[in-house]
């Protein structure tokens, strides 16, 4: 059947796709008796740009798809200020509606407002936007209370250069909420492009999640927004469950002007859930313009830990965060009047090239209440993991830190005394410990070797080393003398220190690992 449509990019055609449309509902409606039992209708636009200057309305019917010129290309656009270009479901009165279809399609809004939206679906079931690109929306695509809506192989891109500061909630290519009429969930996302515009001048959200049950993304490459995964909950209760998010194989490219690769933010009360985020072989970059890799900030609003619920289960695992001007991974907490994320875990991950405007803090500042840090690359440094950490080994990292059983790696050129580690001892008040230095330059000057063991005490301060003299390998220098381990009390830390060293670049490795106790 043929509606009239024209595709010139001049005429109107929105009464011709509506009618399409509303032929496509009535033909399922007479022919299929249950929403179980239907194979479905397509509205096929061929080639041509098609200007739309109202709403399309698909509601009262399931199994429709609308299918564009896959070879060719199929564009719907518009210019106005105020429009929703596709409206999947009923806003009056909501209800289910099941198996709405894009395919091959191109939405392109060319206003200068934030009231626009490409696609917004409204109680819709088992959806897909497969091969389809958005763009230019305020919200690209609006999801209230979806669930199973499959996005592959799309691409969403907002360029409008028009000032949308007013909020950060303003912008977004995909944005997911629920609402005490139901939990929004099960959204797959695979192959697909998210683009921005970001500026000192605008807020853009890639993703904006204020409640979702369920989103798994593979494939997908995250870019040129000021937040590139934002989950925010807004605190009202029934509407703040952000639960069982997995990101495989995602690169968040911080490329412009972003502030945040990802941020998990918002508030919650008493019965949200704010929980089972992981994130499995990703790249965080911030390409030096984002200050955070990933930040954690959620505040509670006086009800939510008390009333047994829990920031927690927050994975990251093979995942690299890098060139972030801050941190490449902020968890703020009760020290900062945040919520503690209880589980933090970051295993088999690489932080490199972070912290470049010389911050005191770098690449990781944990606040939480359990975590698991574990066989990471931390070349420049691992500071301040403050609460009851409770596994923390096998990282490999410069600077200071505060756990046994990791390896750090300094390298210095001061000409003076420098102290090549520090470390807070750990939980338990006494017992024995050893310390093990090697030290190497890449001239051969001079290499040392140290292995110092013996018993602490924190609560009167005292550290005493066993006899077992180190043993020394020097060439034709002899400056540098390596000082035994000495503990500072007023700070809980131990310092190793070497003095008088020439000015040249001489790489440390230290090594602190807990004996059993004495």
């Given at each position: 059947?043929?509606?009239?449509?024209?595709?010139?990019?001049?005429?109107?055609?929105?009464?011709?796709?509506?009618?399409?449309?509303?032929?496509?509902?009535?033909?399922?409606?007479?022919?299929?008796?249950?929403?179980?039992?239907?194979?479905?209708?397509?509205?096929?636009?061929?080639?041509?740009?098609?200007?739309?200057?109202?709403?399309?309305?698909?509601?009262?019917?399931?199994?429709?798809?609308?299918?564009?010129d896959g070879s060719r290309g199929a564009q719907l656009e518009t210019d106005l200020d105020t429009i929703e270009m596709f409206v999947v479901g009923d806003p009056v009165t909501p209800a289910n509606i099941f198996d709405i279809h894009f395919r091959y399609l191109t939405m392109v809004c060319k206003s200068n407002?934030?009231?626009?939206?490409?696609?917004?679906?409204?109680?819709?079931?088992?959806?897909?936007?497969?091969?389809?690109?958005?763009?230019?929306?305020?919200?690209?695509?609006?999801?209230?209370?979806?669930?199973t809506l499959s996005?592959?192989?799309?691409?969403?891109?907002?360029?409008?250069?028009?000032?949308?500061?007013?909020?950060?909630k303003?912008?977004?290519?995909?944005?997911?909420?629920?609402?005490?009429?139901?939990?929004?969930?099960?959204?797959?996302?695979?192959?697909?492009?998210?683009?921005?515009?970001?500026?000192?001048?605008?807020?853009?959200?890639?993703?904006?999640?204020?409640?979702?049950?369920?989103?798994?993304?593979?494939?997908?490459?995250?870019?040129?927004s000021n937040y590139l995964m934002h989950c925010a909950p807004t605190g009202e209760e029934g509407k703040e469950r952000i639960t069982d998010i997995y990101a495989s194989n995602c690169y968040f490219d911080a490329d412009g002007q972003p502030e945040i690769n990802v941020w998990l933010e918002g508030s919650v009360t008493t019965g949200g859930l704010y929980?089972?985020?992981?994130f499995s072989n990703c790249i965080f970059r911030g390409g030096i313009s984002a200050e955070y890799g990933v930040k954690i900030e959620v505040t509670d609003l006086g009800s939510f830990y008390s009333s047994g619920a829990r920031l927690e289960n927050i994975n990251f695992d093979g995942c690299t965060f890098k060139q972030a001007s801050k941190q490449g991974l902020l968890a703020l907490g009760d020290a900062s009047g945040k919520l503690e994320v209880v589980g933090l875990k970051v295993t088999d991950s690489t932080f490199t090239e972070n912290n470049s405007s010389g911050n005191i803090v770098s690449d990781l500042l944990i606040e939480c209440d359990s975590a698991t840090i574990n066989d990471n690359?931390?070349?420049?440094?691992?500071?301040?993991?403050?609460?009851?950490?409770?596994?923390?080994?096998?990282?490999?990292?410069?600077?200071?830190?505060?756990?046994?059983?990791?390896?750090?790696?300094?390298?210095?050129?001061?000409?003076?005394?420098?102290?090549?580690?520090?470390?807070?001892?750990?939980?338990?008040?006494?017992?024995?410990?050893?310390?093990?230095?090697?030290?190497?330059?890449?001239?051969?000057v001079e290499y040392a070797s140290y292995v110092f063991e013996g018993s602490f005490n924190r609560t009167t301060?005292?550290?005493a080393w066993a006899a077992g003299d180190p043993v020394v390998t020097r060439s034709h220098k002899t400056s540098g003398v390596l000082t035994a381990p000495t503990l500072v009390a007023a700070t809980n830390s131990i310092n190793v220190t070497v003095a008088g060293i020439a000015a040249t670049s001489?790489?440390?490795?230290?090594?602190?690992?807990l004996l059993q106790s004495k």
């Open positions: 059947m043929w509606f009239g449509a024209v595709g010139d990019g001049v005429t109107d055609d929105t009464t011709s796709i509506q009618s399409a449309t509303n032929a496509a509902i009535a033909i399922v409606n007479s022919s299929y008796s249950s929403i179980w039992d239907y194979s479905g209708i397509s509205v096929l636009f061929p080639h041509g740009v098609y200007y739309i200057t109202s709403s399309i309305l698909v509601a009262g019917a399931n199994g429709v798809s609308f299918v564009g407002t934030s009231t626009t939206i490409g696609i917004r679906y409204i109680n819709a079931i088992n959806c897909d936007l497969d091969n389809c690109t958005i763009n230019n929306f305020a919200q690209n695509v609006y999801c209230e209370r979806v669930n996005i592959k192989g799309c691409n969403f891109d907002i360029i409008n250069g028009v000032s949308w500061r007013s909020t950060v303003a912008i977004s290519n995909l944005t997911l909420k629920g609402s005490t009429l139901g939990t929004g969930g099960n959204i797959t996302i695979s192959n697909t492009d998210f683009g921005g515009s970001a500026s000192a001048d605008l807020l853009i959200n890639n993703i904006l999640i204020e409640e979702c049950d369920g989103l798994y993304m593979s494939e997908c490459h995250f870019s040129q929980q089972n985020i992981n690359n931390v070349p420049i440094e691992f500071s301040s993991i403050i609460g009851a950490v409770y596994q923390v080994s096998n990282n490999i990292h410069k600077g200071v830190g505060n756990q046994l059983d990791d390896i750090y790696k300094l390298t210095t050129t001061d000409a003076a005394s420098t102290s090549i580690f520090s470390r807070l001892i750990p939980q338990r008040t006494s017992g024995s410990i050893r310390v093990t230095v090697n030290g190497s330059s890449p001239d051969a301060g005292s550290l001489f790489t440390w490795t230290a090594k602190i690992e």
